[in-house]
């Protein structure tokens, strides 16, 4: 997405989100161009957030977390490119009695909704330029 406006303004945007939402965030980090973040989420939003049927087992989860990438780069005419990344995790245990795995936590693949959040947030909050 490209937003007029500076990439600090953007950022700054995007954490008084998270706290309006009041997310369960660690690992925060920024920079002039990047900021990264770890947001801990219950198995609803686990669900809502990231593909939990794609294993090759039954997994009962407990809990996850995303970690969120969101990176600025300014462009010609006081734009800004915008883009969300993020990696998520699932914490359970495998309800496979046959090959029960030893493993807790679980690479999930991404549906683009915790993403997708954060950029209609930014779009309600900056003008739309045809």
């Given at each position: 997405?490209?937003?007029?406006?500076?990439?600090?303004?953007?950022?700054?945007t995007?954490?008084?989100?998270?706290?309006?939402?009041?997310?369960?965030?660690?690992?925060?980090?920024?920079?002039?161009?990047?900021?990264?973040?770890?947001r801990?989420?219950?198995?609803?939003?686990?669900?809502?957030?990231?593909?939990?049927?794609?294993?090759?087992?039954?997994?009962?989860?407990?809990d996850?977390?995303?970690?969120?990438?969101?990176?600025?780069?300014?462009?010609d005419?006081?734009?800004?490119?915008?883009?969300?990344s993020a990696k998520?995790?699932?914490?359970?245990?495998?309800?496979?009695?046959?090959?029960?795995?030893?493993?807790?936590v679980?690479p999930?693949?991404?549906?683009?909704t915790?993403?997708?959040?954060?950029?209609?947030?930014?779009?309600?909050?900056?003008?739309?330029?045809?």
């Amino acid at each position: 997405m490209e937003v007029k406006g500076e990439a600090l303004e953007i950022q700054e945007t995007l954490q008084s989100v998270v706290r309006e939402n009041q997310w369960r965030v660690h690992e925060n980090r920024a920079s002039e161009d990047t900021w990264t973040f770890v947001r801990y989420v219950n198995v609803e939003e686990l669900e809502k957030y990231a593909d939990t049927k794609v294993l090759l087992e039954q997994v009962e989860f407990e809990d996850g977390k995303a970690a969120v990438t969101v990176r600025t780069v300014d462009i010609d005419g006081g734009f800004v490119r915008v883009q969300i990344s993020a990696k998520i995790q699932g914490e359970g245990k495998s309800t496979d009695a046959a090959v029960k795995q030893p493993g807790t936590v679980w690479p999930l693949v991404s549906k683009g909704t915790l993403e997708q959040e954060m950029i209609a947030a930014l779009e309600t909050r900056y003008k739309h330029i045809e």
